[in-house]
């Protein structure tokens, strides 16, 4: 099966600052990644998503890279602000499967903006 | 808003207690998900449901069972359980299962006494 893991369970930043974060994923066939971001109370709101033909894509303050040669996921926030203050996971599909959205989550990273 | 409402928010329930976990989708998806969230792992699938029909199981124990009585709403029987299962029950739903932007709900945080 797959594994999404995570390195740093905890990322404190100044606000204003780049945030960080960063993941791994052991299963090479995996198609598509995806960052949620959950907040307290809440369950995960979708971010961004990225597919294994681009190493890169940007949104709104946030870009995913992907390096495929180390099976490396991270998630860049530009100007960190207090809102980002939440949960941040990276969850990874495998390619298309009969069996439906296999969604593998990694176990987090915590991501605290001090002002 | 999500557009994914799970009921109840909180749920206190005894291991000989029967309860039932309701979520409700208004986004028009053809497919929706329970996923459980406990203190130490990652999220898990539980179910996967394509127009009312079950696509994944995951092996979840007999102790938890889905029902799907239409494309908008999805429930998650609980009878017996055990203190272990204990977490936050996250509903989930997508505009068909090979979607992988899935919209959560706010989650049930069950408690197993």
């Known amino acids: 099966g797959e594994s999404v893991g995570l390195h740093l369970p905890t990322l404190s930043v100044q606000e204003g600052d780049n945030s960080i974060i960063n993941c791994a994923y052991s299963n090479s066939a995996s198609d598509y990644f995806i960052w949620y971001k959950q907040e307290s109370g809440k369950g995960p709101q979708f971010i961004i998503d990225?597919?294994?033909?681009?190493d890169k894509r940007q949104g709104q303050r946030v870009t995913v890279l992907l390096n495929k040669t180390v099976k490396h996921l991270s998630l860049q926030i530009a100007a960190t602000q207090p809102g980002d203050s939440a949960v941040y996971f990276c969850a990874g599909t495998p390619k298309f499967k009969a069996a439906g959205n296999k969604l593998t989550f990694g176990g987090g990273t915590r991501v605290l903006v001090k002002p | 808003e999500t557009g994914v409402t799970q009921t109840p928010r909180h749920l206190v329930m005894g291991m000989t207690n029967k309860k039932s976990l309701k979520c409700e989708q208004h986004?028009?998806?053809?497919?929706m998900y329970w996923y459980k969230q406990s203190a130490k792992k990652p999220l898990e699938l539980m179910f996967v449901?394509?127009?009312?029909?079950?696509?994944e199981n995951n092996s979840v124990p007999s102790r938890f069972s889905p029902e799907c009585p239409n494309s908008s709403h999805l429930f998650l029987h609980l009878h017996t359980l055990q203190p272990e299962d204990s977490a936050l029950y996250l509903c989930?739903?997508?505009?068909?299962?090979?979607?992988?932007?899935?919209?959560f709900g706010q989650g049930t945080r069950l408690t197993v006494v």
């Open positions: 449901y394509s127009l009312e029909e079950r696509v």
């Open positions: 986004l028009g998806h053809n497919a």
């Open positions: 990225i597919r294994s033909n681009m």
């Open positions: 989930a739903s997508s505009q068909g299962v090979r979607d992988t932007e899935a919209f």
